[in-house]
């Protein structure tokens, strides 16, 4: 064990063995992104933990309930693996979010019995003695002090439920990404609403450290597990109360623990510090254009310096998603708040190349084709945020469309996980279709905006055969085969080299 939060002596581990000769109770306050795919995991994995998820938003319970039970089925039906495998394929479409592998994993657990949903979050957080607060921590859009910091309603309203439902001794866990020193305000919240002062509540940090679309996969085999402890003796007990849970399914050598400040800043570091990639290829690719240089010639060469790496070095529309614009936001108003004001304006870029990128590639739609887009038809393939989710949150796709309708485009969209009616919902001018072909099918171009592998095989002859001419194709992601389009005739653009230049 790392840092020095380190247990030393037998006490915390004589401590540890009486807590868990009992089986372990965990209530989730949270069935989001979150929440719901942590629970499940834990549930999954330790067998003798019980797991509670409780969230007041009744649809989403409601959704969890007969997700889980339409997933338990497939997993214990003895029909064939395609029998299971449409089941499975039932229960992610039912299930409050698409996720890789989720529906498996949740109906593992229900089929055990150690994970269920529920509405009733105050009897959930009495009966637990480790409670994850999994709540939304989105960035304040009011208030005179300015906005971009995190709103921590949420987590002071499900702390103040811990407090006042507590019936004996808990662990709280701080698992959203929340600004530092979080902790007071918990710590601050539980002692002035607990009703039995005899009661202690130890608060840790131990956020996910998640990629949506492959959440299940980061959760079973992390590259590291993150918790943050008081440097006192009941935060180094409830920190390893907590690493025993993990370790059953974590090796040891994974599990690092830290000051408790250190941890709620290392998510927001980490976060930070991935954004700052893509806006830094992003930032290469706008050069790489206006020069005729190669960005993906560029990052490739740079990528195999062992200092620098490979990862987040593709070029593209831009980021998007609940954490990077979000989190960077709150760091910039955390370091405001600190007055070190030189070091938020250098994050502030991070935002301002992306906000750029997503416009720059808008632009380029248009003046690509001949400088207006009005009453042409544009097929947008993609309005998640990226593959192997349906969610839309700051989806780069959402701002490309409002570019294009605004300078009174058709648009119709497609996407293989995002609703209908969310995305009618948005932008209820936009067609949407079941069918990419159906989508692109009269259009004028085609804009891939989400790199699902889907979009990667489909016959473009057929959609180019379909499309109006001159018919164009702008490779938001860089996931095309582009020499082959332009063999079939279509004309095409894409986050790499030469915007200037239409390529046929």
């Not at 039995?196 to 130890?202: G, L, R, Y």
């Not at 992003?282 to 062992?306: I, K, P, W, Y």
Request: aromatic share 8%; with cysteine; glycine share 8%.
């Amino acid at each position: 064990m790392s840092s020095s939060c380190a247990v030393s002596g037998g006490a915390a581990a004589v401590a540890v063995a009486v807590a868990v000769a009992v089986k372990t109770r965990m209530c989730c306050i949270g069935a989001g992104y979150v929440g719901g795919p942590s629970s499940a995991v834990f549930a999954d994995r330790c067998p003798d933990v019980d797991v509670v998820v409780a969230d007041l938003n009744a649809d989403r319970v409601d959704a969890w309930v007969r997700g889980s039970r339409i997933a338990a089925d497939a997993v214990s039906s003895s029909g064939t693996k395609e029998d299971v495998g449409r089941g499975l394929a039932e229960a992610e479409g039912v299930l409050p979010m698409y996720e890789p592998g989720l529906a498996e994993v949740v109906g593992r657990a229900t089929v055990r019995g150690n994970l269920r949903f529920t509405t009733e979050v105050g009897p959930a957080v009495a009966g637990a003695r480790i409670v994850l607060l999994c709540v939304n921590t989105p960035n304040k859009e009011y208030g005179t002090s300015g906005v971009g910091g995190y709103d921590l309603t949420s987590y002071e309203s499900a702390a103040r439920c811990v407090a006042q439902n507590a019936v004996h001794d808990m662990i709280v866990v701080e698992k959203s990404t929340v600004p530092v020193r979080t902790a007071d305000v918990i710590e601050t919240v539980l002692a002035a609403n607990v009703r039995d002062k005899s009661i202690k509540f130890d608060v840790l940090s131990s956020p996910e450290f998640l990629a949506e679309g492959t959440a299940i996969h980061n959760l079973e085999t992390p590259d590291r597990v993150l918790i943050g402890c008081h440097d006192t003796p009941s935060g180094h007990l409830a920190e390893e109360e907590l690493a025993a849970v993990y370790r059953k399914w974590i090796p040891q050598e994974k599990i690092v623990v830290t000051k408790i400040w250190s941890s709620e800043l290392s998510k927001l570091a980490a976060n930070a510090l991935l954004a700052q990639r893509i806006s830094s290829i992003n930032a290469f690719s706008a050069l790489c254009e206006a020069s005729g240089a190669d960005v993906q010639e560029v990052a490739r060469v740079v990528g195999m310096d062992t200092r620098i790496g490979p990862y987040f070095l593709n070029s593209s529309v831009g980021f998007g998603g609940s954490c990077f614009g979000k989190d960077l936001q709150g760091l910039i108003y955390l370091c405001e708040s600190y007055h070190l004001h030189e070091v938020a304006e250098y994050w502030r870029q991070v935002l301002k190349i992306n906000n750029y990128q997503k416009k720059r590639f808008s632009a380029k739609i248009i003046s690509t084709m001949f400088g207006t887009v009005r009453n042409k038809t544009i097929c947008i393939l993609g309005m998640a945020f990226k593959k192997n989710t349906g969610d839309t949150r700051d989806s780069a796709a959402l701002d490309v469309i409002q570019h294009l309708l605004a300078d009174h485009a058709n648009i119709v969209a497609y996407d293989p996980k995002v609703p209908i009616s969310e995305i009618k919902t948005m932008f209820p001018a936009v067609k949407c279709t079941t069918d990419p072909y159906e989508a692109a099918c009269g259009s004028d171009a085609v804009a891939v905006l989400t790199e699902w592998d889907v979009f990667k095989t489909l016959d473009y002859t057929r959609i180019y055969n379909s499309m109006r001419r001159p018919a164009f194709v702008f490779d938001g992601r860089n996931i095309l085969n582009h020499t082959a389009l332009r063999d079939i005739g279509m004309h095409t653009q894409f986050v790499k080299n030469s915007a200037t230049k239409t390529h046929r």
